[in-house]
């Protein structure tokens, strides 16, 4: 698509009209450069190479004038519209694979699973969802390690998730170190608004840093962090006697997640089942909604360099012209 930045600049073709009518010629006599004088145009004495020759004098001179605003117009090619990549939120999802996220207490299409598949089965959808965000994923155990730093590529945090094993960062829990770790990732890389989504099914059993005390770091850092505790709360095992009901999240320390999510300004979340869970990530997204606005732009390729050049050789012409008397 073609189009002018500056149209404004075509009312400079009618100056040399205002110049022609409102300054007077000047005529010296034996001057060595006759001036053509109006009345030399409307004359039809002399030869046709005259003619000719004052017609040139004249087209040259406006064509070059008619480059010139060309090109103060500055014309511009328009290539096809780009859509950019949304701005949205740096979230890091941290996720739980100690050995207790092998406990069977969940249920997919109605069959029993453990919790690190059902969490593996929800954050695909989670992951779909946030299209504009930079999405980071870390995972902890014993030590916390950071599989896919801030990146815009969803596929590949996807992949790393759905790859995670259990046990693969050791059998305990270390919840303050993967906060400090998110943290840490999230301070190199400054943004407008930063989360982190927590989910383990257990309480800190290892790592140097106090999940309470990350947790402070983080708030100074503007970081909010969303908790999820998971893991239901009755399941029938199988004993000498038949089957005996336990509860299999025992463990877990709902306490610690809330205070690590009141003191970041964010919120805790309690999951015991898949459906739970789902609809747990349904609202963090609600609550951390993506930059849906589409943002376009279309690539430019400056024209004017083309009129200007016009604009020069026709100068040189009018030169010539005039060293040869033809103008």
Do not use: C
Not at 178 to 191: F, W
Request: hydrophobic letters at 45%.
């Amino acid at each position: 698509m073609f189009e002018f930045q500056f149209p404004w600049a075509f009312l400079f073709l009618v100056l040399p009209f205002i110049a022609r009518y409102l300054l007077p010629a000047r005529v010296q006599e034996d001057a060595a450069l006759k001036v053509p004088d109006l009345n030399d145009w409307n004359s039809t004495s002399g030869s046709t190479q005259d003619n000719t020759a004052s017609g040139i004098g004249w087209v040259v001179p406006a064509l070059a004038w008619l480059a010139l605003v060309f090109a103060l117009a500055r014309p511009v090619w328009l290539g096809e519209p780009i859509r950019l990549p949304a701005e949205g939120r740096d979230l890091m999802l941290a996720v739980d694979i100690s050995g207790s996220m092998d406990t069977a207490d969940m249920e997919l299409n109605n069959r029993p699973v453990n919790r690190l598949e059902i969490v593996k089965h929800v954050l695909n959808d989670f992951i779909n969802q946030r299209e504009g965000d930079r999405l980071g994923l870390i995972l902890f155990g014993s030590n916390a390690y950071l599989q896919a730093p801030l990146t815009f590529d969803r596929e590949t945090v996807r992949t790393f998730m759905n790859e995670a094993a259990l046990g693969l960062a050791g059998k305990q829990t270390a919840i303050g170190d993967a906060i400090t770790l998110a943290a840490k990732r999230m301070r190199e890389n400054p943004s407008d608004s930063q989360v982190i989504v927590l989910l383990t099914d257990g309480e800190n059993t290892a790592g140097k840093v106090d999940p309470v005390r990350a947790a402070e770091l983080a708030s100074e850092l503007g970081i909010k962090i969303y908790t999820i505790g998971l893991g239901a709360e009755s399941m029938q095992v199988p004993s000498f006697f038949g089957s005996r009901t336990i509860n299999p999240s025992r463990e877990l320390n709902e306490g610690e997640l809330q205070s690590i999510a009141d003191l970041t300004s964010a919120r805790f979340f309690r999951a015991r089942n898949t459906e739970e869970l789902s609809q747990i990530y349904d609202l963090i997204d609600e609550l951390e909604p993506t930059e849906r606005e589409n943002k376009t732009y279309r690539p430019e390729s400056g024209l004017f360099q083309w009129p200007l050049l016009a604009a020069l050789l026709l100068g040189w012409v009018q030169l010539v012209l005039v060293r040869r008397g033809l103008s």
